[in-house]
């Protein structure tokens, strides 16, 4: 059984997450989680969030009009990203998850000046890179996903900031989001272009693999087989979902009661979109259009 299963499953209980501590939210727990991403892939997040906890109203808004982020400058992004938080704001969330490696590398630091004390703010990467302290101290790490994730180099520099010698390896694995979107994996196609990936020298001689982007734990089970248990996949979905229920749970904001409500809403609605969200949320739901950009 690998490191991030057997925490999963509670084997290994020691953690010693500390932040977010005797935040001043006077929200009801009935306030909903606001989720977005650049488009659909964040629904993995979402559904990684029910899942933990039916109870939770949620919010997601993926911005497809605007799909990839990987791709788009910092500056845009940034500005994609305030006015959803405004949006998600405006719909009283308690907390709103950057449910984007690409977003949470970018916009996190100004989104959370942005927010200030009106909601939590929880970014994809930080909740990993403790992770990676408590369990996976002296390894050395690959990690994949878009290019603005792997460019900007922040998973390395807050790796490099525990002082606990984690060595972060990276490979900009931009065809993979894409491909995953278009329902190819599980797929002898797939499957080269993941191999045609892992091999590259960049990745070479890990103890394990981040999937940093949030489109990734749908082609975890390929990248698994590639590595035939040498190599601990990292699939941040769920560390990001714990990581969320213990800061509500923290700020005594957990909701209890009837399962909460769920939206979703799109930039740009496409059947394809509301098709690929059954790929993702495990099963299909509706996506209704917000005209955020008009
Ligand atoms: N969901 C994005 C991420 O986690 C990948 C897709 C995109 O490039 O917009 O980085």
């Known amino acids: 059984m690998g490191i991030l299963q057997k925490w999963l499953l509670g084997f290994d209980n020691n953690s010693k997450f500390t932040f977010f501590v005797g935040n001043s939210l006077s929200m009801p727990n009935s306030s909903p989680i ?4 650049s488009g659909i892939g964040g629904l993995t ?10 109870q939770e109203p949620i919010i997601y808004f993926g911005d497809t009009a605007h799909l990839p982020y990987g791709d788009k400058s910092a500056t845009a992004i940034q500005a994609y990203s305030v006015k959803i938080c405004n949006l998600l704001l405006e719909k009283n969330c308690k907390l709103i998850l ?13 989104v959370k000046a942005y927010v200030g004390t009106k909601a939590i703010v929880v970014n994809v990467i930080d909740p990993v890179i403790d992770f ?25 520099r807050k790796a490099s900031a525990l002082n606990q010698d984690i060595q972060i390896k990276s490979l900009a694995t931009p065809l993979l989001a894409p491909m995953i979107e278009e329902g190819f994996f599980s797929k002898t196609i797939s499957e080269q272009i993941i191999r045609e990936y892992l091999v590259q020298p960049e990745l070479s001689d890990i103890d394990g693999l981040i999937l940093g982007c949030t489109h990734y734990p ?29 800061i509500l749970t923290e700020q005594d904001l957990l909701n209890v009661g009837s399962p909460g409500t769920r939206q979703f809403f799109v930039s740009d609605y496409t059947d394809s979109f509301e098709k690929s969200t059954q790929l993702f949320f495990g099963e299909k739901i509706k996506l209704t259009q917000y005209p955020i950009w008009d």
């Open 98 to 110: 950057i449910a984007c490696n690409s977003a949470s590398a970018a916009a996190f630091d100004l």
């Open 132 to 156: 990676l302290g408590e369990h996976m101290q002296s390894s050395t790490l690959g990690l994949i996903g878009t290019k603005q994730t792997v460019n900007s180099g922040i998973y390395a």
């Open 45 to 54: 997040l979402a559904h990684a969030i029910t899942e933990l906890m039916p």
């Open 218 to 246: 749908l082609i975890k089970k390929q990248i698994e087989e590639f590595y035939q248990g040498k190599v601990e996949v990292i699939d941040t979905s769920q560390i990001v979902a714990r990581e969320i229920k213990r």
């Open 34 to 37: 606001g989720i977005f991403d």
